[in-house]
């Protein structure tokens, strides 16, 4: 257990995924329900904790056993600061995280896969992959939620689909969503159009971790919005033809700006650089937008000698949670940011001499 | 930036709430955004979509459908009336969606873009008569399809899993032409869930 808090950077992000200039990393998610329990917001202790077993046992006995080996996580066993680490690195939702203590997450060793026990609903089984692979990813997850299917009662019903406590998700429960690095159409104004004419196919946009979270560093994650009437293919065929989309704009702003503001663009990637190498303290707002100049100067080959994985490790490393996690205790910002400048300096230097 | 609610203090919370495309931001002080309820503690966490949801849903029914009908409506179940789940945005168990019934239809509409129908995977055949044996049937091609897919990949243990449900498919097919009946014997049974009932709000 020990091993999912230790270290900032994933297993499964230690390899650059397809189109990684633009598309950070790719995720689907489906939220399942046990039809004879009352669904978690309801769910007694005892309730809870029979979900909880049900799920590990199905988990423990599936041909899943065989192929992914989970580590159980149990929330009640995690400080504050792990739960907030474990948000982080995106292997655990912060409604579970925030939550009741009778709730778990299955994770593998790769930490691509997450099966969150008795978060808004029984389960939520989330596979994540790097750069742009959403069908693979739905291929993972569907293969996992057919295993699971096979050793539990999943509520469902003919008309509505699969059925969740919230219904913003019933039918198929699915959420497939992208991470997106987007400072090109930041930095010519195009994002506002790009959200309303997406929003006209239910396809929305919000900041890193989710619902209702800030967008820092041009860091933006895609999703769908509707989740019925549409079948999990279709669903993933939408967001696939969005990032696409998403990822031509980007790549035509970026090229413009290089074309035709190449100094000032060269002047705030190498002062960002600089800052980075040099502040002694720096805050998360900051950081962000710094690294996001940087990651644009790497991915247009600007910046060769830093190695695009440094850029993924940082996007965790700078978080509070990590930090903290690190020094093994709750800090005030003024330390968080001495030590986060630190990190961050460490990382860049390593790979310049 | 000062405060919007207050004009005077610092903001410190910048909201951005989007409902199908339209943008409102608000930039507040702590002790507003507090006032308001707005702040959720956690990572990244601000206006909760299960406020911003409950907020449609009363705005929807508070006007034009009986106040009294709606709450007594109650699932037999878990015992959440209606107007709990409008109020939370939240259902207490699988039973609420058959309970509450035709009241349902305008908020699933609203909230899914004006879809009603289930498009996607299921975890069993259809069940009604009529369709029971072509998607028996075609149960059985997909299995198949899976299981060749499992042997090329060498995943022989759910290979095996697979070539039992098959076996058994195929003994439904051949039998009685009822169609199936709804657990296998793989399934976990839980026990009998035990009488609850939702704590009664305000």
């Given at each position: 257990m020990k091993r999912f808090t230790e270290d900032a950077l994933s297993d499964w992000m230690r390899q650059p995924g397809p189109e990684h200039d633009v598309v950070i990393s790719s995720r689907v998610r489906l939220a399942r329900n046990l039809r004879t329990f009352p669904f978690p917001s309801l769910a007694t202790k005892a309730h809870a904790q029979e979900v909880m077993q049900l799920v590990s046992t199905a988990a423990d006995t599936s041909s899943l056993k065989e192929e992914q080996n989970f580590t159980s996580v149990p929330m009640s066993q995690l400080s504050i600061l792990e739960k907030k680490l474990l948000v982080e690195k995106h292997l655990i939702s912060p409604h579970l995280a925030e939550g009741n203590s009778e709730a778990a997450a299955l994770i593998n060793a790769s930490e691509s896969i997450s099966i969150m026990v008795n978060e808004e609903d029984h389960l939520r089984i989330q596979c994540i992959a790097p750069g742009f692979q959403l069908n693979e990813t739905w291929q993972a997850a569907n293969r996992i939620d057919n295993q699971l299917q096979e050793q539990l009662d999943y509520a469902f019903n003919e008309r509505l689909g699969y059925l969740t406590s919230c219904p913003t998700n019933v039918g198929t429960g699915i959420r497939v969503s992208v991470m997106v690095h987007l400072p090109g159409i930041v930095l010519t104004n195009q994002l506002q159009n790009i959200l309303k004419s997406f929003a006209q196919w239910g396809v929305v946009m919000r900041g890193m971790y989710g619902e209702g979270s800030e967008a820092l560093g041009n860091i933006y994650q895609m999703s769908n919005q509707i989740t019925l009437g549409q079948s999990e293919e279709a669903l993933v065929d939408l967001l696939t033809r969005a990032t696409q989309q998403l990822i031509l704009v980007e790549r035509e702003a970026r090229n413009g700006i290089l074309n035709d503001r190449r100094l000032p663009l060269l002047d705030k990637i190498f002062r960002s650089f600089g800052t980075l190498l040099y502040a002694q303290m720096i805050d998360k707002v900051e950081a962000a937008q710094r690294l996001s100049d940087v990651r644009l100067g790497v991915d247009l080959g600007l910046?060769?000698?830093?190695?695009?994985v440094i850029l993924d490790e940082l996007l965790v490393v700078t978080q509070p949670g990590y930090l903290q996690q690190m020094e093994g205790r709750l800090m005030d910002d003024f330390e968080i940011n001495l030590r986060r400048a630190q990190l961050i300096r460490e990382r860049l230097w390593k790979h310049l001499r | 930036m000062i405060c919007q609610n207050c004009s005077k203090n610092q903001s410190n919370y910048h909201f951005t709430k989007i409902i199908n495309g339209n943008k409102t931001e608000y930039h507040l002080c702590e002790a507003c955004a507090r006032e308001k309820g707005d702040i959720v503690q956690g990572p990244g966490n601000s206006f909760s979509i299960h406020n911003l949801l409950s907020g449609m849903l009363n705005i929807e029914f508070g006007a034009n459908v009986s106040k009294v009908r709606a709450a007594e409506t109650r699932c037999g179940t878990c015992g959440l009336s209606f107007n709990q789940f409008k109020k939370q945005g939240r259902f207490g168990c699988a039973d609420c969606y058959e309970a509450f019934g035709t009241q349902l239809d305008p908020v699933i509409r609203r909230v899914q873009q004006n879809n009603t129908l289930h498009a996607g995977k299921s975890p069993y055949p259809r069940t009604t008569e009529n369709d029971a044996k072509p998607s028996l049937a075609s149960q059985l091609a997909a299995l198949e399809e899976e299981l060749q897919a499992e042997i090329r990949n060498e995943r022989y243990e759910r290979a095996a899993v697979l070539r039992d449900r098959i076996n058994n498919l195929r003994q439904q097919l051949a039998g009685d032409?009822?169609?199936?009946?709804?657990?296998?014997?793989?399934?976990?049974?839980?026990?009998?869930?035990p009488h609850f009932h939702a704590e009664e709000g305000e």
């Open positions: 910046l060769e000698q830093v190695p695009h | 032409g009822q169609g199936f009946s709804g657990s296998s014997s793989a399934n976990v049974t839980s026990k009998q869930w």
